[in-house]
């Protein structure tokens, strides 16, 4: 599906038209092509609308404030109007592959007059497609493997404190600490299992001990949150991690929860209450932002570097919270911060969210490039020199996209990874 | 009891499996040690020829047209019989899909152990030692089996081909069972088709990343892979480059592969190619940078040039 | 049709697997377990012929260390029929000749047409499942199958040999099958669903004690390949690496 050309399609010019003697010619008679308004059914619409959390898929009135802002219609031909106009002419959303491009980034809802819900609706029909068996392969990889280990990578469960061994500060392990703490900190998977998040896991591990924070984490006791899987349609996958993570949470004593990924503070603010868990949580940014006088005088060296931030969905959007990730990152001394066009709430999308992280070859037949890729251009287009995150989907996604589109000289910086530069030299 | 080591050799399409030679060589050197004879057997129809290319201190071949083509129920059946009528101290099969189908079911049969995935053997006084790779090579585990008669699946490549390969007089016999009535039957060999080749099928697979450079080049890696009797697959660059079909990626996001030989051209290793080709069973890298992750994961490593190295190679093969 | 599906629940590798102190088996403490991923093939191969020809799907194994609800469930929800375990007073380290025996015995009371398992398993140290079973049950057997058709009580197989070949065979009921892929990927079974099966599904027991036959081979020592976590260099210009990669790959038998 080539979005340029159907868009250029659709319009058509006669090269000459002389109306009522007035000549119309080129330009003048430019019109749309007929549309096919007519002979629908709401059938297909109400297919949608009926599922519980689908239900606003039916109020679309159909006037396209959604598609300039949708990330996936920037690289291909997408969003809520479009999705809804070809339910109305024949297209099962149930069964088509449109359903997994959506990465429930919510920039469409927030423009959007009629509240149509892309975060609740994509869930809702994604569930019942996995019930049907209908779940593209990749995706069934990474269901499968968090079923079975407990993270979409496949690892072992017993492995996932594993990389605390690397670590030349002390991270203490619940289980075997045995005393309460101060801060629960929820690692996460992919900075428990993916070389790149470990390094982030790392450098938070000696920042907190810089701070002095008495922390612990849940290591081979901590599962996946699985909110992810969620959107992806595994509600059952879910509840079961958060049914495991619940009683884990609840086994210890803490005060707070610090999470390192914006997903995993959905996960435990938003859907965990349902379950049960009546505690909150922070991300790490908003967690050592109140830390900030204490971290300030820590950032000795300097990092002469243009960095530009890209907001993550889940944290931005999702949860309002914009100016944490920035105060850390002007806190660095040397650091010059650019902002890119598309930023906090109008923030592009990495493309990971929603499931997009595992469905890296799907997602790639229905666009022209990767949201990823159009982002690290972005970056580059604004001189930044590093493309700093907070999110452990983005540093593999954006360093991946950095080599991809031929820009290696962009590096790709955790903010944890920034502020331990800034602290050890 | 005979102190005599039975090797059951293989032919696929006519042909000796290697497998077969690397068994007979290790036997002939077990049985000069323990005082017996290493005698391979061949079942088969019209093979008499292919029978007499072993260095085995003795050859049975059993031909018989109900041993044409490979029968698990046949072929278990003849070779029950002879263990029964000669005792072997030890009978070799290959851990392939021929092999594989008969050990285990001996074993039970004729109620003599079994190590299976075996890739060294030795005789310690009368002790028969075998070691196991098991949980896929993970561990090497040292056994001894009980009772005075044996049987392993040997992994191929274990031992040397040239050991096994000679000449020797072939004792022919009929079926030394009646092979009528049996209820598995053989109906065609299906050659693999032409066209895309499958990755995950293959043996051998020489993968290109963007160390490759440009299209062209990719020509040499295809070249090699030619020479090495091997497939072309990549890392996503590649293929997203439309270098090579989508077909040919290895990775998360692409398919897993399990050969018994990778060698990678300028690939740097992230954790997603990894995912694809971690457990394959020897990894050759090559690529110039010596902090590269892949060298982690491989087997064996060099960071002289690709192109270098593929061309010597290229000019060693040829 | 009745159609059996015997299972193994093995120790999982994507943990470090790490051997007990006395350095002769792993240290099974430290391992979780699995199904073993052959068997999840055969599984779907099982549901696959029961779609396409009908009968039923009975999936059994031996519950090692009462963990096998789980994976039972999930078979039950992937379109298996009913579920067996075999339980007992058990330890981790079941060879597979006694797990053959104790397989062996529960299907000779299914009244089985055919009887899919998969072609073999990391843990196989004894050898594989399949073809004891089939010599326990006095039945033909096929291994390293890539696909399973059934008409007018024969089965038609698809077995793998190496170079891509593949020898069709027609086999007549009742048979053993060592499945090496299902002919589609295994399917898909939504956690919702399995967690629905787990409160409504009975799994039937079979009760053994262990005094029969096992491996008979004593296992001396057991360890990890000796392991430098970073490749072997290779020395030398590029005349000298070539040379060597040649070496190495005919040393390995693959050329
Ligand atoms: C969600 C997701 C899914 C992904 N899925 C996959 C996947 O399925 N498969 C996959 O492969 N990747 C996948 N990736 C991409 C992956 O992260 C890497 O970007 C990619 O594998 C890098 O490919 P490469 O090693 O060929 O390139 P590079 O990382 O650029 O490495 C090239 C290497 O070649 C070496 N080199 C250069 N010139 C020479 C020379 N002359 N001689 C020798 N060596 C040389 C360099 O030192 C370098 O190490 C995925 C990424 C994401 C985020
Ligand atoms: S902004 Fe809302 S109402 Fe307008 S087209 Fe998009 S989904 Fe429909
Ligand atoms: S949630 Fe994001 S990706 Fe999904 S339709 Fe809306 S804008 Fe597009």
């Known amino acids: 599906m080539d979005a340029g050309l159907d868009k250029v399609d659709a319009i058509f010019e006669k090269e000459t038209a002389i109306i009522d003697g007035v000549d119309i010619s080129g330009p003048w008679n430019r019109m749309f092509k007929e549309r096919v308004i007519w002979e629908y059914t709401p059938e297909l619409i109400d297919k949608v609308a009926d599922l519980p959390g689908g239900e606003s898929f039916a109020w679309c009135y159909q006037c396209a404030k959604c598609i300039p802002v949708c990330p996936v219609d920037m690289v291909g031909n ?56 209908n779940v593209p392969e990749e995706l069934q990889k990474a269901f499968e493997d968090t079923a079975k280990f407990g993270n979409p990578l496949g690892q072992g469960q017993r492995k996932r404190a594993a990389w605390t061994k690397k670590s030349d500060v002390p991270v203490p392990i619940m289980k075997k600490h045995g005393q309460p703490v101060d801060v629960l900190w929820y690692v996460g998977s992919y900075p428990s299992y993916h070389p790149r998040g470990i390094d982030a896991a790392l450098a938070a591990a000696r920042i907190f001990n810089a701070l002095g924070i008495d922390f612990g984490i849940l290591g081979p006791e901590e599962k996946d949150d699985g909110d992810t899987q969620r959107l992806a349609g595994e509600s059952g996958l879910f509840e079961m991690l958060a049914e495991h993570n619940i009683a884990m949470f609840n086994k210890y004593e803490w005060n707070t929860l610090v999470v390192t990924g914006p997903h995993e503070l959905n996960a435990f603010k938003k859907e965990y209450p349902k379950l049960g868990f009546d505690r909150s949580a922070l991300h790490y940014t908003q967690f050592l932002v109140q830390h900030l006088d204490q971290l300030k005088p820590m950032l000795k060296h300097e990092i002469k570097a243009t960095v530009t931030f890209h907001d993550p969905c889940y944290l931005g959007r999702h949860h309002g919270e914009y100016d944490a990730p920035r105060e850390l990152l002007r806190a660095i001394p040397g650091l010059e911060l650019v902002e890119m066009g598309r930023c906090r709430e109008n923030g592009y999308c990495c493309g990971g969210g929603g499931g997009g992280m595992w469905l890296d070859s799907f997602t790639q037949n229905h666009t022209t490039m990767r949201l990823s890729e159009r982002r690290v251009l972005e970056a580059v287009a604004y001189g930044a020199e590093i493309l700093a995150v907070c999110c452990p989907f983005e540093v593999s996604r954006f360093e991946d996209a950095a080599k991809s589109t031929g820009n290696d000289q962009l590096k790709v910086l955790d903010i944890l990874e920034l502020l331990d530069q800034s602290m050890r030299g | 009891m005979s102190n005599d080591i039975f090797v059951v050799t293989e032919c696929l399409d006519g042909k000796v499996s290697d497998i077969s030679y690397e068994m007979v060589g290790k036997a002939k050197e077990l049985a000069a040690a323990s005082g017996g004879q290493a005698v ?42 002879l263990a029964a009528a ?85 004792e022919q016999i009929a079926a030394p069972v009646p092979l009528d009535g049996l209820k598995t039957r053989f109906v065609e060999m299906i050659m693999p088709a032409a066209g895309d080749i499958d990755i995950t099928a293959q043996e051998k697979l020489v993968a290109v990343g963007r160390g490759i450079g440009s299209e062209d080049n990719v020509e040499l890696a295809e070249e090699l892979a030619e020479a090495l009797d091997a497939a072309v697959a990549a890392s996503r660059p590649i293929t997203d480059a439309g270098w090579l079909p989508k077909t040919r990626q290895v990775g998360k996001s692409g398919l897993a592969v399990k050969p018994k030989l990778y060698l990678m051209l300028g690939i740097s290793g992230a954790p997603e190619h990894l995912e694809g080709m971690k457990d394959s069973s020897l990894i050759i890298a090559i690529n110039t940078d010596e902090n590269a992750p892949i060298f982690d994961v491989a087997h064996y490593g060099t960071t002289e040039d690709l192109f270098d190295v593929a061309e010597a190679m290229l000019e060693l093969l040829e | 049709m009745n159609i059996v599906v015997a299972i193994k629940h093995i120790p999982s590798l994507a943990d470090e697997l790490e051997v007990n102190d006395e350095g002769t088996n792993l240290d099974y403490d430290m391992v979780d377990f699995v199904l073993n991923e052959f068997d999840e093939q055969a599984i779907e191969q099982a549901v696959l012929v029961k779609e396409a020809s009908g009968g039923a799907v009975t999936v059994v194994g031996v519950d090692v260390i009462e963990e096998l609800d789980g994976v039972l469930h999930t078979a039950l929800a992937k379109g298996a029929d009913k579920a067996v375990k075999i339980v007992g007073d058990l330890e981790p380290g079941i060879d597979s000749h006694t797990h053959a025996r104790w397989l062996a015995d529960a299907i000779k009371e299914m009244d089985a047409d055919i009887i899919l398992t998969g072609v073999q398993a990391a843990d196989d140290l004894d050898g594989q499942i ?91 020592k057991m360890s990890p390949p000796v392991s430098t976590g970073h490749a072997n260099m290779l020395p030398g210009d590029a005349e000298a690496v070539a040379e060597k990669i040649i070496a190495i790959i005919k040393e390995r038998g693959l050329l």
């Open chain 2, 86 to 170: 000669r005792s072997p101290r030890l009978t070799m099969f290959g851990s392939t899909s021929m092999g594989m189908d008969m050990a285990a079911w001996l074993s039970v049969k004729a109620e003599r152990p079994l190590i299976a995935y075996v890739n060294s053997l030795s005789a310690e006084g009368d002790e028969l030692v075998a070691t196991s790779q098991v949980y896929a090579g993970k561990m090497a585990a040292e056994c001894v089996p009980e009772g005075e008669s044996a049987i392993v699946t040997v992994l191929a490549g274990a031992f040397s081909v040239e050991a096994g390969q000679g000449g020797m007089a072939v």
């Open chain 3, 130 to 220: 399949g073809p004891m079973l089939a010599a326990h049950l006095d039945m033909p057997y096929l291994g390293v199958v890539t696909g399973v058709e059934v008409a007018h009580r024969v089965a038609t197989l698809y077995k793998e040999y190496a170079g891509g070949m593949m020898g069709k065979y027609a086999v007549s009921l009742p048979l053993v099958v060592g499945v090496q892929a299902a002919t589609k990927p295994p399917r898909y079974a939504p956690i919702s669903k399995i967690r629905q099966i787990a409160k409504t599904a009975v799994i039937e027991e079979i009760e053994v004690d262990d005094d029969g036959p096992g491996a008979a081979v004593m296992l001396r």
């Open chain 2, 40 to 81: 391979a057997v061949m079942l088969g129809s019209d093979m008499a020829e292919q029978a007499g290319t072993f260095a085995s201190d003795a050859t049975i071949y059993v031909d018989d047209p109900a041993l044409a083509h490979f029968n698990p129920e046949a072929y278990g059946k003849v070779v029950e019989a």
């Open chain 1, 78 to 133: 997408y969003g809520p109007r479009k999705l809804y106009r070809m339910a109305q002419t024949g297209t099962d959303l149930h069964k088509s592959e449109e359903l997994w491009l959506c990465t429930t980034c919510a920039n469409c809802l927030r423009v959007c007059k009629k509240v149509v819900d892309m975060v609740q609706i994509m869930p809702a029909v994604r569930e019942q497609a996995v019930l049907d068996g």
